[in-house]
DNA sequence: TAGATTGTTAATCGATTAACAATC
DNA sequence: TAGATTGTTAATCGATTAACAATC
């Protein structure tokens, strides 16, 4: 399914910078540039040149030319390519609060293949309008829809005292991965991928940096 | 400054779990529970139990008991302290939009140990405005304040398009740390420290997990 | 050619995990 | 005591970085 060179594989920490390197080229593209060398993309993002380079090969079937560097449109599209922003990821999301409803009108997501398909709250005033033309449903409609759209994908928002409960609503729903926004631990089978947008775990690094300083 | 046992230093990964552990044992506490093992934790938390308990050790001088555990409000009093949760970390924020003042209504980053003392923009509908009681104000006066109030810590909600020279204000306005929100890359002065909370990167990981499955 | 840059191999670094004696 | 659990040492794993020959 994900096209990588042979044997090789493309590690999460890998994945993970794929995004930045997308939104540089992107900006050095509409710059007007058209070559770019490892080594500047390095210092640009602080980064390793030897790791961008071994980044950019697991990714894409481009490869650069001493002297030259990269050509960025070809960089864009293998890239773009590799992590499906093509075939855009339908999700949906729980919870129309301050967060919730932030993220369903964030357009951004929609560059990066994210899709959001519905909307659940419990608020009925909530309950039949939309957001961002996503339609807010409410939370005993979920199964089905989830089922009749095959959406493998969901957003939790909702207040932390509700977010187990969300969670466990989803696994029943058929949802494989879900994306925590709640600052609370879940509890989840296995099989199930969970991504916790900590922001906790954010601010306690960034705070302890400056604590060190002093 | 940051306690820690002798020699030993806790890494960025062991830190950045930190914040998981201390919402856990509160769940544990409020729930009565006076004692929990290593290996339970890890259990519910999907972790190593051995892991768990190195972190433990770093952090606190509490040291656990054979076939008991460790004492729940030991943990939580040690691991807040070592983070500073007390000694409460100034920010100011930039960019009062949708997510701006989401950040600014979250009355969860107390907790955390942050304090916002002022926001910025430029609309002038907003400026002189009050969000959750902070202050908005225009960002021509963030120079004066940040020094007034030795503010070591911005963080970024502003539109990408404007995230870099908010940046620049930021850090000549005396700013060590900059947690950026924006989709856009910064070029930083190297002792800036830099956490950009990267959506994209997130929805990476969890898209290619969930592509991999199929 | 001379010099910048690539791509690969080997070394290093850091974090996680396995094994196990010590302890209550 | 028997059994669960701790804390430490050593092994493993994975990711980053250094070194360098190949290339344009």
């Known amino acids: 399914m994900i096209e990588c060179k042979e044997g090789a594989y493309a590690s999460r920490a890998t994945i993970a910078r794929l995004p930045m390197y997308l939104r540089y080229l992107k900006e050095k593209e509409a710059a007007g540039e058209e070559n770019v060398s490892s080594t500047l993309m390095a210092e640009d993002m602080r980064l390793n040149a030897v790791q961008v380079r071994k980044d950019l090969a697991l990714v894409s079937s481009v490869s650069g030319r001493p002297k030259l560097g990269f050509k960025i449109k070809e960089l864009i599209f293998g890239i773009e390519n590799f992590l499906g922003f093509n075939n855009t990821n339908d999700a949906l999301l729980a919870g129309v609060g301050g967060l919730g409803s932030t993220l369903l ?3 951004g997501f929609k560059k ?5 398909v519905a909307a659940f709250d419990v608020n009925p005033r909530l309950i039949g309008s939309k957001i961002n033309n996503i339609p807010v449903l409410g939370v005993n409609s979920m199964g089905a829809l989830a089922q009749k759209l095959n959406v493998k994908m ?15 609503l989803m696994v029943q ?10 600052p609370t631990h879940l509890s989840l089978p296995a099989e199930i991928v969970l991504k916790n947008e900590d922001l906790a775990a954010s601010l306690a690094v960034l705070s302890q940096h400056i604590a060190k300083r002093n």
Chains 1, 2 share one sequence.
């Open 105 to 107: 009108s964030y357009e």
């Open 112 to 116: 990066y293949g994210l899709n959001i």
């Open 154 to 168: 969901g957003i939790i928002t909702v207040p932390k005292e509700h977010a187990q409960e969300i969670a466990d």
């Open 173 to 182: 729903s058929g949802i494989k991965a879900i994306w925590n926004f709640a």
